[in-house]
C-alpha cells in the first residue's frame, strides 16, 4: 500500500482517481472545498481542505507521503492572469514542488497534470510529440507550460522524479451532436487516464523528468502517445473515434493494478 496525496481532489479527475486509487492505498486528498464531495469517497481517506496558495498550509503536509498527483488549478481555457491564473497555476505547483524537494522529504514522485492547451496552438492536422516546442493556445495553456519547466528544473536538481501528463479532453462528451473531429482526437477515457496513473506510478524512470501525452487509443490521436507506451507501459484501450461510431461509450471498470514500492 503506497501513501499517495492527491491536490485537487474534488474536481472531475480528481474525482474519478479517488474512487479509483482508495480501494487499496492510502489517499491524503486536499483540495480547499469538499462540501460537494461524496461521503462515500471520503471513507477511508485523509482530507485537508487548505488553501494552496499559502505557502504555510504546504509545510509539512508531504510527511509520510510516497507520491504526490498535483491536479490542483484553475483549469478553464478562459482564465485571466490576475484573476486567478498567478494564485492557482503559478504560486500553488511553486509551493509544492519547493516543499517536496526539500532534503527530508519522503515523495519519491510528483505526477502532475500539464494540458492539451499547452500545444493547443499548432494546427489540428499536426499530431504533436513531447519533443515539439510548446505552442500554447491561451493563457492557461502558457500556465501549464511554466509549470512543465518548473518540474524539470526541480526534477534536475534534486532527487526526486516528476512526470507531466498533457491530458487531452478528459471524459468528454463524444455523443454530443456537436462534437467534432479535434474533441475525438483528444478525448482521454476514465479507463485510460485511471491505467495511466497506475503507469505513472510504476514506472522506472531513465531520467529524473519525464513528460507524456494523455490521450485515448484514438485512431487519429492530436497527441503522439508512442513515448508514453515505451517509456512507462501506457496502452490504452478506448477510441473515441470508434466509440463515436457505435453510439455507445460505457466506462467500464478496469481490474486493480498494484503500485510497486
Not at 87 to 113: G, Q
Not at 246 to 253: A, I, K, L, S, V
Amino acid at each position: 500500500m503506497a501513501a499517495i496525496l492527491l491536490t485537487g481532489a474534488s474536481g472531475n479527475i480528481g474525482t474519478v482517481l479517488t474512487a479509483y486509487l482508495k480501494k487499496k492505498h492510502d489517499l491524503t486528498l486536499v483540495d480547499i472545498d469538499f462540501s460537494d464531495f461524496p461521503d462515500s469517497l471520503k471513507e477511508g481517506t485523509t482530507i485537508r481542505e487548505l488553501d494552496l496558495t499559502n505557502p504555510e498550509n504546504v509545510n509539512g503536509l508531504f510527511s509520510g507521503i510516497d507520491y504526490v498527483i498535483h491536479l490542483a488549478g484553475d483549469p478553464s481555457p478562459d482564465a485571466k492572469f490576475y484573476d486567478s491564473l498567478i494564485d492557482l497555476n503559478y504560486k500553488v505547483p511553486h509551493n509544492i514542488f519547493r516543499e517536496v524537494v526539500k532534503d527530508n522529504s519522503s515523495v519519491k514522485r510528483v505526477i502532475f497534470a500539464s494540458s492539451v492547451h499547452a500545444i493547443g496552438g499548432y494546427p489540428d492536422n499536426v499530431q504533436v510529440k513531447t519533443s515539439d516546442y510548446p505552442r500554447p493556445q491561451d493563457l492557461y495553456g502558457v500556465s501549464k507550460v511554466y509549470m512543465e519547466a518548473l518540474a524539470s528544473y526541480h526534477a534536475y536538481h534534486s532527487n526526486k522524479e516528476f512526470i507531466g501528463i498533457r491530458i487531452g479532453g478528459f471524459d468528454s462528451d463524444i455523443q454530443s451532436d456537436k462534437v467534432d473531429a479535434d474533441g475525438l482526437a483528444t478525448h482521454l477515457s476514465k479507463r485510460d487516464m485511471c491505467h495511466l496513473i497506475d503507469c505513472c506510478l510504476n514506472a522506472q524512470l531513465q531520467e529524473p523528468f519525464l513528460l507524456v501525452n494523455g490521450v485515448s487509443n484514438n485512431r487519429f490521436p492530436r497527441m503522439d502517445i508512442s513515448q508514453a507506451y515505451f517509456d512507462i507501459g501506457y496502452t490504452p484501450q478506448d477510441d473515441a473515434f470508434k466509440l463515436y461510431a457505435d453510439g455507445n461509450y460505457d466506462f467500464t471498470e478496469e481490474e486493480d493494478v498494484e503500485i510497486e514500492d
